[in-house]
């Protein structure tokens, strides 16, 4: 997601943490790199992962320096720091939603259906507008300190 959209959402359907080449199909090639490609052709953007060892994989930061995506380095991703990062809230919120009604997952599929499902009906303006804030938290947190922005 950026402030000029919000891309499909990728459920991967294991108990086992994203490996890198499903990490490097599925969300770069596969929806990372189109979305750029349709909302931010000048350039004017910054990649933002989390720490997940499949994230800073050879093979996915390879791929990004290839397609000219600036992306935060691992050595400058601060690791505890959900404040200035407005996926950990959306993660929150998007929890809430397939959760509600004490709803519960008989199996991976109905899981992964529900997910998308909900993630369909979060305010995609909100999103927008938090990923806004960003660098402003950001420099407010470099000027103040880093719990400045709670």
Not at 57 to 73: C, G, Q, Y
Request: aromatic content about 8%; proline content about 5%.
């Amino acid at each position: 997601m950026s402030s000029k959209g919000v891309s499909n959402v990728y459920v991967h359907k294991s108990k086992q943490a994203i490996r890198q080449d499903t990490y490097l199909n599925e969300c770069i090639n596969d929806r990372l790199l189109p979305f750029i490609e349709n909302h931010h052709r000048n350039g004017n953007y910054l990649f933002w992962p989390d720490l997940a060892s499949a994230h800073y994989s050879m093979s996915v930061r390879e791929r990004l320096i290839e397609k000219n995506v600036p992306f935060v380095v691992r050595q400058d991703n601060p690791p505890n720091v959900p404040q200035a990062r407005p996926i950990e809230t959306i993660w929150t919120l998007l929890e809430r939603k397939v959760y509600e009604n004490n709803w519960e997952a008989k199996n991976l599929d109905l899981l992964a259906r529900r997910i998308k499902k909900k993630s369909k009906e979060l305010d995609r303006k909100l999103l927008q507008t938090m990923v806004n804030g960003v660098k402003r938290k950001l420099r407010a947190m470099w000027r103040e300190g880093l719990y400045s922005i709670l």
